[in-house]
């Protein structure tokens, strides 16, 4: 099966900290994929590697076979939500949620329509006039899981996507994230051992 992602032997330090030191492994495509490792084993550096938003000192990164991360050929191929991801407080949820959107590419429809879909689909439909800083942290993690997969993205990456939920939510959630197996590939880090059992297919272990 073709490998949605890939990483081949690389290498990540700040200063004398080596916070990957040869990471390899691939996550077929379609799978929803758990990463799990203790703190400090470069979870949160991996992501921000895989991203785009950090560059790695050395190694191969390849997203859906067009090479490390790039702004054009990914756009709006590669959903993110960073492990503490902070949304504009000001911004009321649907508008925020559609400029995501068209920072995609999306059309004006298109980002509002998506916008609405993806409200329903975290349970936030109620919520989508107001500004997120009205929300409670729960909520404003599910309209962080709501950007990752704005579009369906063939490639989501959710760093802890759970956290802060209570258990009804985090079944949801699982629900949701399993819902896109087959049809995009999701990348879920996280603590929590029993959620990723219940939700994934495949596990990449770090040490």
Do not use: W
């Not at 691939?26 to 799978?31: K, M, T």
């Not at 991801?85 to 508008?95: I, K």
């Not at 107001?130 to 063939?154: C, F, I, K, N």
């Amino acid at each position: 099966m073709k490998a949605a992602l890939r990483l081949d032997s690389v290498h990540k330090s700040y200063g004398r900290v080596h916070a990957l030191n040869g990471l390899s492994f691939e996550v077929p495509q379609g799978s929803v994929c758990g990463l799990v490792g203790p703190n400090g084993a470069g979870k949160t550096t991996a992501f921000a590697i895989i991203g785009g938003l950090v560059r790695a000192d050395s190694g191969l990164v390849d997203l859906l076979g067009d090479g490390a991360f790039d702004v054009v050929r990914h756009r709006g191929r590669v959903g993110l939500l960073p492990q503490d991801a902070e949304l504009s407080p000001h911004t009321p949820v649907r508008g925020l949620l559609q400029y995501y959107g068209s920072l995609q590419g999306m059309t004006h429809a298109k980002a509002a329509a998506e916008a609405e879909r993806l409200l329903d689909e975290v349970g936030l439909l109620d919520k989508a006039t107001a500004r997120v800083r009205e929300l409670s942290h729960g909520m404003r993690r599910r309209v962080a899981v709501a950007q990752a997969l704005l579009g369906d993205p063939p490639l989501v990456l959710l760093d802890e996507p759970t956290s802060g939920l209570d258990p009804e939510l985090v079944v949801r959630m699982r629900s949701l994230f399993r819902s896109r197996q087959g049809r995009s590939t999701l990348i879920i880090s996280s603590h929590q051992l029993g959620e990723l059992e219940s939700t994934c297919d495949h596990v990449v272990f770090m040490e």
